[in-house]
């Protein structure tokens, strides 16, 4: 499958319409503390979240009083975020459908596929994002894709409403989200998973807990880094600092020959024929 892709410059910000949104977990929240730093007033954002727990939390840090249900004060909101569990999706829109017939909406719900969620919200104005948990911290990587109903003005308004979380990214095709998902979605669990590795192998060999992990993570910061600003592929890059007979060499062999490579390939894929499945099993309710 060819995946067109377009990576986005930035813009200067215009001031934003008030935003709902449906869900006030980690995901909302990063997308909230984004908008507030843009100076978008806590007054502007409504959010519907049913756990009161949640809802403290929002008060607490944004100073946002959510609501326990859907009700009419998302009438005046002209984008909805959807924040919400794939397997929600379906139930959290009933209450929603009537309240905001002309927003724009926005989901960040992994799998659910668009054509569901403009039947089950009656409006064709529907555009998919898949972000992922670097967006706390503003380092997200988030792809975009936007239903045909959705213009270019409502594209410039999300790319402003997700601006603040990191970078964003454009595709023509609904189906590449599912291989964002995998990538990228997913991707800073893989990333954490190396980091535990290379942290209980540092211990094992004789570094404390606290050594052992500054050195993982500040080479995963490091070597991310020089990737995204060398010109050389990966594979260059790797093959600079693997002198053969060297330490590196020792390792990257060891690797190959338990093919590391090979079978964390064939992990993404299982990642993407997961999101494949959500959609099938949530988005047809």
């Not at 380092?139 to 109903?149: I, N, W």
């Amino acid at each position: 499958m060819n995946i067109a892709v377009t990576f986005l410059p930035r813009r200067e910000p215009t001031p934003l319409p008030p935003i709902g949104f449906i869900g006030g977990g980690n995901m909302a929240s990063a997308i909230i503390g984004g908008l507030l730093k843009q100076d978008v007033p806590p007054a502007s954002i409504e959010v519907v979240e049913p756990l009161a727990e949640a809802r403290a939390r929002l008060a607490n840090d944004f100073s946002i009083t959510a609501q326990p249900a859907a009700g009419p004060a998302l009438s005046r909101c002209e984008v909805i975020v959807w924040a919400v569990k794939p397997q929600s999706f379906a139930e959290a829109a009933r209450p929603v459908r009537g309240l905001a017939p002309d927003a724009l909406h926005l989901s960040v719900a992994a799998g659910i596929p668009s054509g569901s969620i403009a039947r089950w919200l009656g409006t064709e104005r529907v555009v998919r994002a898949m972000p992922n948990t670097p967006a706390l911290v503003g380092q997200g990587m988030t792809g975009l894709f936007a239903r045909e109903a959705a213009d270019i003005a409502d594209r410039k308004l999300i790319e402003q409403v997700l601006g603040a979380t990191g970078e964003l990214m454009w595709v023509d095709a609904e189906e590449a989200l599912d291989v964002v998902t995998a990538v990228s979605g997913s991707g800073p669990a893989y990333v954490f998973y190396f980091i535990e590795a290379m942290t209980e192998a540092g211990i094992e060999l004789g570094l404390t807990p606290e050594q052992a992990y500054q050195l993982a993570v500040g080479t995963f910061t490091g070597a991310s880094a020089l990737a995204a600003n060398a010109t050389e592929p990966p594979a260059v890059l790797r093959e600079r600092v693997t002198s053969k007979g060297g330490t590196t060499y020792a390792a990257i062999t060891s690797m190959e020959n338990d093919e590391v490579k090979a079978k964390f390939k064939t992990a993404i894929r299982a990642a993407h024929r997961r999101a494949a499945e959500l959609g099938k099993e949530f988005g047809g309710v």
